[in-house]
Structure formats: structure tokens, C-alpha cells
């Protein structure tokens, strides 16, 4: 065994939060993980890993060679990927985490001729709109729909995301069209169930903001669901672009409210700031910066 190896096992077991943790993401079996550990120690000559039948817990010695490892790993993945021929088809597993709709109907196509690229590639997927614990599950990166706070995670944005206020026109001939941010409290509302609250707040071209008490009366944790709910006519929904886009172009559904319109959000790139980013996961964020831009295809019908 490497020593490289066995110093990636270890930063692994500490990010995992265990050896059988570290094992199932590194795809070895336990025992293997666990004689690299061995192995590393031995050749230090100091124990990294207070280990007992219930638990482990890293030493002085260990936290402080875990932080410098976490470096030097990260400087040779980089010095690799400069190294590389870019034309060089990709190897080994990237493990992702995508949001449901975005990941279904925009990532999808987007992996898929990547995946052509790079055939020796192995892909794996996290389709949901939770947050995963990146490093407890072993994710290289996770795309994110968000407004970026405070995180010990890196990011790198991919594209903006817009949302709009839409009805179906029999929504709207039934109950009226909204002529000013006040008329939603008389509205039905179909919300996201994710968001905190029934406050929607909406942004003019001056960028003067409004805060709005509405009454929600349907929610889902699931755009697709509230699109096909606004479609059939059973209130206004607040949902982005990239999910109402075919239905603004043929008006089965109809913006409402314009100018004003919910502050936009981003799409991130988010991976653990304590491991490096391997040359395959830079390369995938590359290809989705380019592909997607700072204009994606689904938002032309909004330029128009």
C-alpha cells in the first residue's frame, strides 16, 4: 500500500465519521480501510484515532496531520489536473447530489452527453431537494438552488435562477387578475412547503421591495406538482423559470403581477471545503458553466 493511499483513507475516515462509513464511499470493505489506517500509523509511529467498540475520536497529533493531509491531497489532485491531457477521457466515480425537477428535466440531458465525453466515467445520483450532508455521504458535489449563506461548503455558480408569479388563464378568468402586490391576500396561493411562512416577497425593476401576507391554500415540497396544480386552474403559483418555461411560451399558464417578481436565486455548485476537488468534478462544473450561462435556454421565452 502507498502511503498516498493510506493518507486518503484516513482523511476519509474522518470526514465519514468512521471506518465503515469511509468504506462504503471508497466501495472496499472494511477490513481494507481499516489496515490502511493501521498501516499509516505504523509508519508514524503515533496513534491518529482514539478508537473504542463505540467510538472514535481523532488525537491532537491526528487533527493537526488530517489538516495538512487535507492540503497536500488537494495540491496533488490539482497538480494531476494540470498535468492531464484535456482530451483525455475521464476516469472513476463522481457521486452528485441534484435537486429533483432542475436535476430531471434540465441535468439530465446535460449528463447525458457528458457521460458521452467520458465514458469511463461512473455516475452516481442523489436525486432530492433535501440538504445531504456532503461529506457524511461521500458527495463530491451537490448542485444547489439557493440564495448562498453562510457555509463551510466552496461553491462555484453554475447559473441565475428566476421565478415568476403565474396563473392559467381559467384561473384567472374566474377569479381576476391582480393589478397590484395587495390583491394576492384575496388570492389562492399554491406554495412551496420548503419556504418558511406565507410572507412573499416581491421585487420591482427599481428594486423597492414588498412583503406580502398571503394565505397558501395548497403547498408540496415538489415544483412539478404545483405547476401541473397552477395549470388545472387552483391558484397562483410562485415557481421558477426553468420549471413554468413551455407553459409561458404556449400561455397554458400566464405571468401575473409584471413587474414585479420574487428575487432571484442562483444555482451552486457546493462541495466540502475540507476535501480537495478531484479533476472530474472541476471538469463536470466546467461543462455545466458553459452549457447553462449566464442566460440558460429556458429563461429566452423571459427575455422576449
Known amino acids: 500500500m502507498g502511503q498516498l493511499e493510506d493518507m486518503t483513507a484516513f482523511v476519509r475516515i474522518v470526514e465519514a465519521g468512521g471506518i465503515g462509513k469511509a468504506a462504503d464511499q471508497l466501495g472496499i470493505a472494511k477490513s481494507g480501510i481499516s489496515r490502511r489506517l493501521v498501516a499509516l500509523e505504523t509508519r508514524l509511529g503515533v496513534t491518529l484515532i482514539n478508537r473504542t467498540t463505540r467510538s472514535s475520536s481523532l488525537t491532537n497529533v491526528g487533527r493537526e496531520y488530517y489538516e495538512r493531509a487535507v492540503k497536500l491531497i488537494g495540491d496533488i489532485?490539482?497538480?494531476?489536473?494540470?498535468?492531464?491531457?484535456?482530451?483525455?477521457?475521464?476516469e472513476g466515480l463522481l457521486r452528485l447530489a441534484v435537486p429533483l425537477?432542475?436535476?430531471?428535466?434540465?441535468?439530465?440531458?446535460?449528463?447525458d452527453i457528458f457521460a458521452r465525453e467520458h465514458p469511463g466515467l461512473t455516475i452516481n445520483i442523489d436525486f432530492s431537494d433535501r440538504h445531504v450532508d456532503l461529506v457524511e455521504q461521500g458527495i463530491d458535489l451537490a448542485i444547489r438552488i439557493t440564495d448562498l449563506g453562510d457555509s463551510s461548503l466552496k461553491a462555484r455558480r453554475i447559473c441565475p435562477v428566476h421565478l415568476s408569479l403565474c396563473a392559467s388563464p381559467s384561473y384567472l378568468e374566474m377569479h381576476?387578475?391582480?393589478?397590484?402586490?395587495?390583491?394576492?391576500?384575496?388570492?389562492?396561493?399554491?406554495?412551496?412547503?420548503l419556504a418558511s411562512g406565507n410572507k412573499i416577497r416581491l421585487v420591482n425593476p427599481q428594486g423597492h421591495e414588498r412583503l406580502?401576507?398571503?394565505?397558501?391554500?395548497?403547498?408540496?415540497?415538489?415544483?412539478?406538482?404545483?405547476h401541473?396544480?397552477?395549470?388545472?386552474?387552483?391558484?397562483?403559483?410562485?415557481?421558477?423559470?426553468?420549471?413554468?418555461?413551455?407553459?409561458l411560451a404556449t400561455q397554458t399558464l400566464v405571468p401575473v403581477l409584471q413587474?414585479?417578481?420574487?428575487p432571484s436565486l442562483n444555482a451552486w455548485a457546493v462541495y466540502?471545503?475540507?476535501?480537495?476537488?478531484s479533476h472530474r468534478a472541476r471538469l463536470f462544473i466546467d461543462f455545466l458553466v458553459e452549457r447553462f450561462g449566464?442566460?440558460?435556454y429556458w429563461d429566452e421565452c423571459r427575455q422576449r
Open 77 to 90: 489532485s490539482e497538480l494531476d489536473g494540470l498535468a492531464a491531457d484535456e482530451s483525455k477521457s475521464l
Open 101 to 111: 425537477s432542475f436535476g430531471l428535466s434540465h441535468l439530465s440531458p446535460a449528463i
Open 176 to 193: 381576476g387578475t391582480p393589478s397590484k402586490p395587495e390583491d394576492l391576500q384575496d388570492h389562492q396561493v399554491l406554495g412551496y412547503s
Open 212 to 226: 406580502i401576507q398571503t394565505s397558501t391554500s395548497m403547498a408540496a415540497n415538489n415544483g412539478d406538482f404545483l
Open 228 to 247: 401541473a396544480m397552477a395549470i388545472a386552474g387552483h391558484g397562483i403559483a410562485i415557481l421558477p423559470t426553468f420549471i413554468i418555461w413551455e407553459s
Open 259 to 262: 413587474p414585479y417578481a420574487p
Open 272 to 277: 466540502p471545503g475540507t476535501r480537495y476537488l
Open 294 to 296: 449566464d442566460t440558460p
